[in-house]
């Protein structure tokens, strides 16, 4: 695994319209130094650790924007995720060699409890 990895997070929170909407606006950051990772082991499916001489993983990070918003009962979650991968600065990122995570992915999810 690597020697050196990390989360981290910041952002914003707020509320308007009387209390009705609060809402949380977040930068959340994965990052990891170079390291050798587990690879596929063909025969059974699973990861397993690398040969001594296998390539190395390079150092990367993954990006994901947050958007939370909570109006009365109701959850909407909108994440734009690894939004850095494939330009310049993230031309791709792996942690598992030859299995990159996807590049630039939007999610949208609402929790709302109908029986309360």
């Given at each position: 695994?690597?020697?050196l990895?990390?989360?981290?997070a ?12 609060d ?38 990070m ?10 009365r009962?109701?959850?909407l ?33 609402v ?6």
């Open positions: 695994m690597p020697d990895f990390g989360r981290a910041i952002g914003i929170r707020g509320r308007m319209f009387q209390d009705d909407l809402g949380d606006l977040s930068i959340r950051a994965r990052l990891w130094t170079e390291h050798r990772g587990l690879r596929l082991h063909p025969q059974s499916g699973l990861l397993a650790l690398p040969e001594i001489d296998s390539r190395p993983i390079e150092q990367s993954i990006l994901d924007l947050v958007g939370i918003a909570h109006i009962g109701a959850t979650t909108v994440s734009l995720e690894n939004f850095l991968s494939g330009t310049v600065i993230t031309p791709g990122n792996q942690l598992v060699p030859d299995y990159p995570y996807p590049e630039r992915r939007l999610r949208f999810s929790f709302w409890p109908i029986f309360d």
